[in-house]
């Protein structure tokens, strides 16, 4: 069971470089969503979906692109990297939009913007 | 709009001790669901235990249960018969049954268990 995949885990980018933190899942879930995770504080939410084709700014979306070509892969672009998004980022899934369903968690993705 | 507040910051017991997270949260909302997600060192998050408001019974776990009042806007968590794989940062969240799909979390409590 691969649940939900993150990659990479781990990476250094510098000020203002963009990159993709990819994530996909084998569940044939509906929702898809993108957290950061901050020292002292709960995850925020970034951008989330509710079904291919169809995405929805969260807490915090500033810096962020998503898009839903597919119902498996919920890639998070960075735009332009800035030290304030060194963080830690969960890609998470649930079955529907269904507010009551549990929300599986990736494993995290390590970033660290110098 | 929601909060979430889990005023302990850290804790720890010996194994094999009973230990309660707390948890309160601010809504004005009557349908909700609330829960308990564990972050061991590995980072990643996962479910352990949940909670409809709806339901005056207390969801349980196995060695895991909560303790749910709802006019005081308390959910915590108990756990039984401690053990070391217990040791983690434990998030209380909320979930609205009409939000934007958002969970609101508190900001964590760090258990350690102790052998």
């Known amino acids: 069971n691969a649940g939900v995949t993150q990659t990479p885990k781990f990476q250094v980018l510098k000020t203002g470089q963009s990159m993709t933190l990819q994530c996909a899942q084998d569940?044939?879930?509906?929702?898809m969503s993108w957290y950061r995770q901050d020292p002292g504080m709960g995850l925020r939410l970034i951008h989330y979906?509710?079904?291919?084709?169809?995405?929805d700014q969260g807490e915090v979306p500033n810096g962020y692109n998503v898009s839903r070509s597919t119902t498996e892969d919920f890639p998070l672009r960075l735009l332009s990297a800035a030290p304030s998004q060194t963080s830690v980022y969960f890609c998470?899934?649930?079955?529907?939009?269904?507010?009551?369903?549990?929300?599986?968690f990736g494993e995290g993705s390590w970033l660290t913007v110098v | 709009a929601q909060t979430v507040t889990q005023s302990q910051p850290e804790m720890s017991v010996q194994e094999a001790e009973t230990v309660t997270l707390s948890c309160t949260y601010d809504?004005?909302?009557?349908?909700?669901?609330l829960f308990w997600y564990k972050q061991p060192p590995s980072r990643q998050m996962i479910l352990v235990i949940r909670?409809?408001?709806?339901k005056q019974q207390n969801a349980t776990e196995n060695r895991f249960s909560v303790n749910f009042q709802k006019a005081a806007k308390s959910f915590s968590l108990k756990i039984s018969d401690s053990q070391l794989g217990d040791t983690a940062m434990y998030f209380c969240?909320?979930?609205?049954?009409?939000?934007?799909?958002?969970?609101?979390w508190g900001a964590g409590t760090k258990l350690i268990i102790k052998p």
């Open positions: 998470a899934s649930s079955p529907s939009w269904d507010s009551g369903n549990t929300i599986y």
């Open positions: 969240a909320f979930k609205s049954m009409d939000s934007n799909y958002q969970l609101i």
């Open positions: 809504t004005s909302e009557s349908n909700y669901y």
């Open positions: 569940m044939n879930h509906e929702y």
């Open positions: 909670q409809e408001a709806y």
């Open positions: 979906s509710v079904g291919a084709g169809i995405t």
